[in-house]
């Protein structure tokens, strides 16, 4: 089942399908902004980070066309300022999918990634009949930690050691919606001022519980 990958705008922030001739600006912004990002970004633990932006984007290309993935590009007043990616997305009687992003630091500060975050999460929602969207973040991630607060993503739990991010394992706080919690969609309550304070709220123990992650394992 392949995706179309839709174009979605609110204001000046606007999610388009990534295109292969996209590879040089997202290099040249990832490199640009890698004090920014590095902690953050997913590695893998059997090779070593690569910047072949083209190989990554036929990746997320082909992941559409099989209907597991919409790959986005985020912009802001028609610049190129980030991804966002719908990924993992599940059918049946799952109907799930997994969101993660980045933004440019020139870029923080303007509810990009909110407005971002609820575009796709409304598209993916009311578009394509999805039922569960979620986000992992990590639990140092302060940044990310405010965009669910400001959309009402509830917390769920802490997943430890759960993605390998900068180089190891690393522990997620992970936060999930489902339609019916927003039938008016995500991003019309948020900026209606209806978002629940407390949704994304990360339980005491849990905070406690990733201030000591988990040992590295011996080889």
């Known amino acids: 089942m392949s995706i179309v990958i839709p174009t979605l ?3 000046p922030v606007v999610l388009r399908p990534v295109r292969l001739r996209d590879s040089r600006a997202l290099e040249r912004d990832l490199m640009e902004n890698r004090g920014w990002l590095r902690k953050w970004e997913a590695t893998s633990p059997y090779a070593p980070m690569s910047f072949d932006t083209r190989a990554s984007i036929r990746n997320l290309l082909t992941h ?6 919409l790959p986005f590009i985020v912009e802001y007043n028609g610049k190129l300022a ?9 059918w049946g ?7 993660g992003y980045w933004v440019g630091e020139r870029f923080a500060g303007h509810s990009i990634t909110p407005t971002a975050v609820a575009l796709a999460t409304d598209y993916c929602f ?4 999805l039922h569960r969207m979620e986000i992992c973040i990590r639990p140092e991630n302060a940044a990310s930690l405010r965009v669910v607060e400001k959309l009402g993503f509830r917390y769920e739990g802490l997943r430890r ?3 390998h991010i900068n ?11 489902v339609s019916e919690e927003v039938p ?10 209806g978002v629940p304070t407390d949704a994304a709220r990360v339980l005491a123990a849990d905070l406690e519980a990733a201030a000591h992650p988990l040992p590295t394992a011996k080889r």
């Open 161 to 163: 050691r759960y993605i």
């Open 9 to 11: 705008r609110e204001g």
């Open 184 to 193: 008016q969609g995500v991003l019309r309550r948020w900026q209606k001022g």
């Open 167 to 177: 180089g190891d394992w690393r522990d997620h706080f992970c936060f999930g919606l």
């Open 93 to 99: 009687s799952l109907s799930s999918a997994t969101i």
């Open 126 to 129: 009311f578009q394509l009949g």
């Open 82 to 90: 980030g991804q966002l990616n719908v990924s993992s997305i599940t």
């Open 64 to 69: 559409s066309r099989s209907g597991h993935g």
